[in-house]
């Protein structure tokens, strides 16, 4: 397994390389982390995300009005030498100064303009220069990306791509032309029809063969999560969706990573484990839409519980199959103890037609291309369905290898898209029939999580009156044991108030700081 760390708040309140040297080893969170991953056997995976003020071409300060960030964040670096010298300190610090054996992401959704104003070749160079600072500090250690924000998307806006296709694929081709090291891909995943990740890793690793790399490059989906209702005018919170809260999320992340172990992905890291931008939370309740398993109190959410439920899978994962294109079946056994997992994840029609668009853009099938060889839809959709041959007759020789290819990815969106309707209004009965079981008495045990059960979303009022009466009780005697121990009443309004903020421990300093640690140590 895999700890993606976000050093960049690190990296952007670095004022010089030996300052960044210094933050990152005075920052024992990330240290923490880091040496927890080595303990338990995983990968510390580090996103080298960010240009600090003193190295960005682009010094401006202006923030984007949508993503918050100041213009300089993500600018190219002026100085290619410098910026290299910036990764060496990074893996230095990681992999030498504390031993860990950490793999390195180069910055993160390049494909946007919103983290990365430069163009896609302008990735490239980066990556290229980044790459080779790695290998210097350490010949062993891991890099990769590009980290887009979604599989098939290309570089935005138009006119910041050099090249038109999915950014991913022409990083890879140009990457392959220069021999770049490449030790594995990263992407990302948001709203995602669970079962397109069998199209996507075959895609990607035809992609890798043209590019000359073997086709076995580990794939890596670092960040990914529901994300079916974005407004990014949400009065609570910008980047809220309300199912990451609910059941729903739940059953989504199941059958998510039930597809991604089927399909081939190599490493996830789900985004997050803790509500991470609190400052952007315009309310102070625990449901708020939120990236995290856990809300901003920490309380489990109904997706935190299906990671749990994931963890009861001991032993070997043996043969589970189902009929039904909605239901995700995992099953597992050691010793004689048997266990079963069902979920029941119904996909929103916007993932299925945006899946299919996606499928139907990267084959090279469109509306009027259909038109332009004459194939009605009934056809095309015999084709699909295999009630039709690919050399049928009516089917131009020239157009038989893309419906061909069509035909291979499509089939499970359209099962899902026939099924689905009929599945949000009608329940089902599920019956399990497992082979191979011993005759005899068992002991038969039940979790479940549902709209009820394990799901502190529908318990959400008496949640927040439960924690308010805690918090009180709790900030009252940890203030006057802090009082004891020589804090003022300043200090404590000062850290209350940055704290009531969203500020995080690790960013404030002196005599704060000290006070928030062993705020944190009382409570």
Known sequence: GGIELDIERVILGSESLNDLSRRLSADMEFTEWAKLAKAKGARPIISILKMPHWLARNPSATKDALSDYPAFSVSLPRDYGLYERLVEVIVTHFNKRLGVNAAYVVWSEPDTVLIWEGTDRDYLTLYEHAARAVKRVDPDAWVGGPAVSEFTSPKQPSEKATRPGPFLQNILLEAGAKRLPLDFIVWHEFNTLPTSYRWKVETVREWLREAGYPSTIPLWVLEWNGWQHYDTSNPVYRWGSRERDTEVNASYVIATLASMHKAGIALHTFGTLEELDEGLFNSSSQFVGGFGALTRSYVVKATYNAFRMLGQLEGEL?????????????????????????????????????????????VGVSGPFLRQHGLSRELVQGILTGTTPVDDPRVPTQVRPRLARLRDLLPPNLRIAQAAPARRTTPVRIKVRWEGLASGTWRLERFLIDSQHSNSFARRPE?????????????????????????????????????????????????????????????
Request: net charge neutral; glycine share 6%.
């Open 318 to 362: 043996t043969s589970a199959e189902t009929e039904d294109p909605l239901l995700t079946v995992l099953a597992s056994s050691v010793g004689e103890r048997h266990a079963v997992l069902l979920s029941n994840f119904i996909s929103t029609d916007q993932m299925i037609k945006e899946d299919r668009e996606r499928v139907l853009k990267l």
């Open 463 to 523: 949640v927040e009156q439960r924690l308010r009466g805690l918090k009180t009780d709790v900030r009252n005697e940890v203030g006057q044991r802090l009082l004891q121990e020589g804090a003022t009443e300043a200090q404590l309004r000062e850290l209350q108030r940055l704290t009531d903020q969203g500020i995080r421990r690790s960013a404030l300093a002196g005599e704060l700081r000290r006070w928030a640690d062993r705020a944190v140590e009382l409570a």
